[in-house]
């Protein structure tokens, strides 16, 4: 953690809240059956799409041309490691246990839910992951991303 960061949490004794995403979708009632049936989320009237500690509001859009994952970004070389960033947009990044990934992405499979490109696994870092993208009815990535030490058997 930078100085910086240290510095003003110090100075500031303010908590704040959960951090909820909202999705701008094309069609509400079948963003809400998706985040439902195959991610497993519970759903109410509102729109708040909820499991375990993650929270979207889907709205519909006024028009299509409202509804906008993110697209890539730039690459760095300036990263503390070899990593220059992801190669394809992110619109949500959820950390999720090395042992728990598979076992997820098997379950909402399983339940129709759409993954994006190829699993993806590298290291960098001293670190070895994993990152799967999950894609939402309006091409929403939601990346799930495991990480754990690389165990040297030297």
């Not at 094309?26 to 809400?32: A, C, H, P, W």
């Not at 246990?97 to 490109?117: N, T």
Request: charged share 30%.
């Amino acid at each position: 953690m930078s100085e910086q960061v240290i510095a003003q949490k110090e100075k500031s004794r303010i908590t704040l809240g959960k951090a909820i995403q909202v999705r701008l979708v094309s069609d509400l009632e079948r963003s809400q059956e998706y985040y439902r049936d195959c991610l497993g989320f519970s759903v109410d009237g509102w729109g708040h799409a909820e499991r375990d500690e993650v929270c979207f509001i889907l709205q519909q859009a006024v028009s299509l041309d409202d509804v906008r994952p993110n697209a890539n970004s730039a690459r760095r070389t300036n990263y503390p490691t070899e990593w220059e960033g992801p190669d394809r947009g992110w619109d949500t990044f959820l950390h999720i246990g090395w042992d728990e990934i598979d076992m997820l992405v098997d379950e909402i499979r399983a339940r129709g839910a759409v993954i994006g490109p190829e699993d993806f696994e590298g290291s960098h870092g001293g670190w070895e992951f994993k990152n799967v993208h999950i894609l939402d009815p309006d091409g929403y990535n939601i990346v799930l991303g495991a990480m754990r030490k690389v165990v040297n058997n030297d």
